[in-house]
Antibody
Framework: HLQLQESGPGLLKPSDTLSLSCSVS??????????WAWVRQAPGKGLEWIGS???????FYNPSLTGRVSMSVDSSRRRISLRLISVTASDTAVYFC??????????????WGQGTLVTVSS | SSELTQDPVVSVALGQTVTITCQGD??????ASWYQQRPGQAPLLVFY???SRPSGIPDRFSGTHSGLTAALTITGAQAEDEAEYYC???????????FGGGTKLTVL
């Protein structure tokens, strides 16, 4: 049973860079056709997809975050990373990592981490 | 604004059947996936693709798809089904992923 665990600083100041990691419990991180994603949820709001990446380096991002976001997959460390620059209060959210099996044209997430709260405040 | 539209609130009497819908142009080309999210928890995949239910999800959860509308049906709703439900698919261009705004299901 796959386990995903997010980690990172819980409090940032406006204009800081958000850096989060997600540890993956098995070798599916380096297996095709899996993709790995970040999804966030602002307090009391719905889910927002941030982006998805594969261990081969294919990445695609939510157009609303283009230019601020980057992701990477480190299969040797079994870790997925998220980097979001120039954060503002609107980036305050619970950030989830998730796995997309990559076997469907629909794209879907069959495993999720428990999420980590990031608060942006001066 | 979301490219997938859901009713914000739906209620169902205990043991009855309820359908949660999701509308969007992208559903003309792609199936929807459905997630259940209880307060304070991560989303849980409950249905995906044309007719797929993950292992461990009760068979009272089923999905349908027609034209621009996807639907999740719970047949014989239980108290533990009270949660927020999100549909998800790809955008109309197929280039990125989108979620619906969510439907809060209350079991009376």
């Amino acid at each position: 049973h796959l386990q995903l665990q997010e980690s990172g600083p819980g409090l940032l100041k406006p204009s800081d860079t958000l850096s989060l990691s997600c540890s993956v419990s098995d070798d599916s991180i380096s297996t095709s056709p899996y993709y790995w994603a970040w999804v966030r949820q602002a307090p009391g709001k719905g889910l927002e997809w941030i982006g998805s990446s594969s261990y081969r380096g294919n990445s695609f991002y939510n157009p609303s975050l283009t230019g601020r976001v980057s992701m990477s997959v480190d299969s040797s460390r079994r870790r997925i990373s998220l980097r979001l620059i120039s954060v503002t209060a609107s980036d305050t959210a619970v950030y989830f990592c998730a796995r997309d099996p990559g076997n469907s044209s629909t794209w879907y997430f069959d495993s999720w981490g428990q999420g980590t709260l990031v608060t942006v405040s001066s | 604004s979301s490219e997938l539209t859901q009713d914000p609130v739906v209620s169902v009497a205990l043991g009855q059947t309820v359908t949660i819908t999701c509308q969007g142009d992208s559903l003309r080309s792609y199936y929807a996936s459905w997630y259940q999210q209880r307060p304070g928890q991560a989303p849980l995949l409950v249905f995906y693709d044309k007719n797929s239910r993950p292992s461990g999800i009760p068979d009272r959860f089923s999905g349908t798809h027609s034209g621009l509308t996807a639907a999740l049906t719970i047949t014989g709703a239980q108290a533990e089904d009270e949660a927020e439900y999100y549909c998800q698919s790809r955008d109309s261009g197929g280039n990125y992923l989108v979620f619906g705004g969510g439907t809060k299901l209350t079991v009376l």
